[in-house]
Nanobody
Framework: QGQLVESGGGLVQAGDSLRLSCTAS????????IGWFRQAPGKEREFLAA?????????YYADSVKGRLTISKDNAKNTGSLQMNSLKPGETAVYYC?????????????????WGQGTQVTVSS
């Protein structure tokens, strides 16, 4: 089955940076696509970024975070990360990493087979 655990969340000020980690166990996720999503209170879970393996590694970002977030993956360590820069108060949410075995529709939360429990990120103004 495999499990994912996020870490690195916390309370930061607007403009600060934060690096989230996603640690996988129970199976290798080296060939899996890894996605990061967030969910604010009362809102839908939204796509942020994905790293997909399809003959080579490709990264994709939501327009709202492009240029400020960087997704990466370390297959040897079975971990992933999300570097977030210039955080804004409106980005307070629970952040989740997820994994899926195919590379299609990486932006759609439906289809991700494994999810972490989430890590809280609070951005104060």
């Amino acid at each position: 089955q495999g499990q994912l655990v996020e870490s690195g969340g916390g309370l930061v000020q607007a403009g600060d940076s934060l690096r989230l980690s996603c640690t996988a166990s129970g199976r290798s996720f080296s060939s899996y696509a890894i996605g990061w999503f967030r969910q604010a209170p009362g809102k839908e879970r939204e796509f942020l970024a994905a790293i997909v393996w399809s003959g080579g590694s490709s990264t994709y970002y939501a327009d709202s975070v492009k240029g400020r977030l960087t997704i990466s993956k370390d297959n040897a360590k079975n971990t992933g990360s999300l570097q977030m820069n210039s955080l804004k108060p409106g980005e307070t949410a629970v952040y989740y990493c997820a994994a899926k075995s195919d590379s299609g529709k990486y932006y759609n939360k439906v289809g991700y087979e494994n999810w972490g429990q989430g890590t809280q990120v609070t951005v104060s103004s």
